[in-house]
């Protein structure tokens, strides 16, 4: 949230405001504007409230990595360094500060450069010592904020956010009291759900408005009972408005009437309901532009106001309440959620996107269809292919059986082969024989001819 008021006086409008990395405290009084610089390192952004002694406090992340606590003191600010994450990755936005009665609540989302499309919904609570818990894992949602939270009169906290499981999106409700969370209770679940917002009035009643986007946009309300308090009963889901640019919807409790504010393309609607929320008017448009107007986080107690934010003037005054005086309420009796020009209009325009999607719906049908056809054909050439493949294998097999018949013949001829060197190998052998035998021959008769020469051989 860039901006939050912290006081409203007569002519005085003080707030703080994120701008460039540095949260400044602006004062507006008597048309006259003063800035004073409070953090000029802030890496994401950040939330305040007032304490008990009327101190503001301030959390932030800054650009070293650490979690930042600051109180307003006499003279100046006390700066103070809760945490520091060493991992540069990490990144802390989404904050959230409450203080009732000297216990500090810390809301914050924490999120990895690794794993950008994951955040961490985490809750840090102080009362004489640190205690915390991880509320939710939540994957790749559609906007920020995604969740609202809320501490009621006597210290409970009540908290909505949206998740996004399974290409839809869910808004989830628990509380917190005693210490302990409660099991998540699903309040809606749509294509898309935005800005969810509540408060908790009076009568232990909590109020929740949100943006959902199925075939259009929608703004839903819907009402928690105490009865058997803190469990309680919801009632069903009621749509207030339509449109398909709707953004900053925020619900407030003014002087026992419920107010529905939002921005619905260049302009600001509201619906009101005067019975708890029982039965609500039909929205009108109020008499302010966009260039008059700003929308602000609201942390200071207002007289007759409740709630978590606020569109101001730039006048300085504050929407819902002078626009109040300006207006006559409707009776009672002619609230209820559409009038019938609304209906006809609301089911002209669901008849306009149907039309669209069913255009769409053709579309992809005539895709459908080309597709099967390539399809058809694929899964043709694919089986002539497979009967190519059979015969191949069939003449594979055929070449394998005569190349199986020609190793046995070739195994055969080597067998031969090998016996036929043996053979000859052994006809050498005798030839070598032979020949010795033949060279002793030959040397013996030589010598008897030389014997005969000398000695005569008796008769």
């Not at 569109?311 to 002619?334: A, C, D, H």
């Not at 024989?433 to 008796?458: C, R």
Request: proline fraction near 3%.
């Amino acid at each position: 949230m860039d901006k939050i008021m912290v006081k409203k006086e007569e002519e005085i409008l003080q707030y703080v405001s994120l701008e460039n990395k540095k949260i400044i405290l602006n004062t507006i009084e008597k048309n006259k504007k003063t800035k004073e610089i409070l953090a000029p390192d802030c890496a994401s952004d950040f939330d305040l409230c007032y304490d008990k002694e009327g101190r503001i406090n301030l959390i932030y992340y800054n650009l070293e990595g650490e979690l930042i606590f600051l109180i307003q003191a006499e003279k100046g600010w006390t700066k103070k360094a809760l945490y520091t994450y060493k991992d540069k990755n990490t990144y802390l936005s989404n904050f959230n500060l409450l203080i009732k009665d000297k216990v500090l609540h810390i809301f914050f989302t924490l999120s990895n450069a690794n794993n950008p499309r994951e955040v961490v919904l985490i809750h840090q609570k102080w009362d004489k010592s640190w205690s915390g818990k991880n509320i939710a894992s939540i994957k790749a949602p559609f906007f920020t904020p995604f969740y609202d939270v809320f501490l009621d009169n006597e210290g409970n906290l009540h908290l909505i956010y949206t998740a996004s499981e399974k290409n839809k999106s869910q808004l989830y409700y628990l509380f917190y009291v005693k210490d302990s969370w409660s099991p998540k209770f699903l309040i809606s679940e749509s294509e898309k759900i935005f800005y969810p917002t509540l408060i908790v009035d009076n009568q232990k009643n909590v109020h929740a408005s949100w943006v959902e986007e199925d075939i259009i946009q929608e703004i839903k309300y819907r009402k928690k009972t105490p009865g058997s308090w803190p469990k309680g009963s919801w009632n069903n889901v009621t749509t207030l408005a339509y449109s398909t640019d709707n953004k900053n919807c925020c619900i407030s409790l003014l002087e026992n009437n419920l107010w529905c504010s939002y921005v619905q393309k260049d302009s600001i609607f509201a619906t009101l309901s005067s019975d708890g929320g029982n039965s609500w008017c039909k929205p009108f448009k109020l008499p302010f532009s966009l260039e008059e107007i700003e929308f602000f986080k609201i942390k200071i107690p207002i007289n007759g106001f409740c709630g978590n934010y606020i569109f101001i003037s730039k006048k300085g005054e504050i929407v819902p309440l002078e626009y109040k005086s300006r207006r006559q309420i409707e009776e009672k009796n002619t609230y209820f959620t559409f009038y019938i020009k609304e209906v006809q209009e609301y089911l002209n325009l669901l008849i306009k996107k149907l039309q669209a999607l069913k255009e769409g719906k053709d579309i992809l049908e005539e895709e459908l269809n080309r597709k099967n056809t390539e399809i058809a054909m694929k899964n043709k050439n694919i089986a002539e292919l497979q009967e190519l493949l059979k015969q191949a294998n069939d003449e594979k097999m055929k070449i394998a059986l005569k190349a199986d018949n020609y190793n046995i013949m070739v195994n055969s001829l080597m067998r031969e082969n090998e016996n036929l060197k043996k053979q000859i190998k052994d006809l050498q052998n005798q030839i070598i024989i032979l020949n010795s035998k033949l060279e002793n021959t030959q040397n013996t008769s030589t010598f008897q001819k030389i014997k005969s020469l000398f000695i005569k051989e008796e008769d």
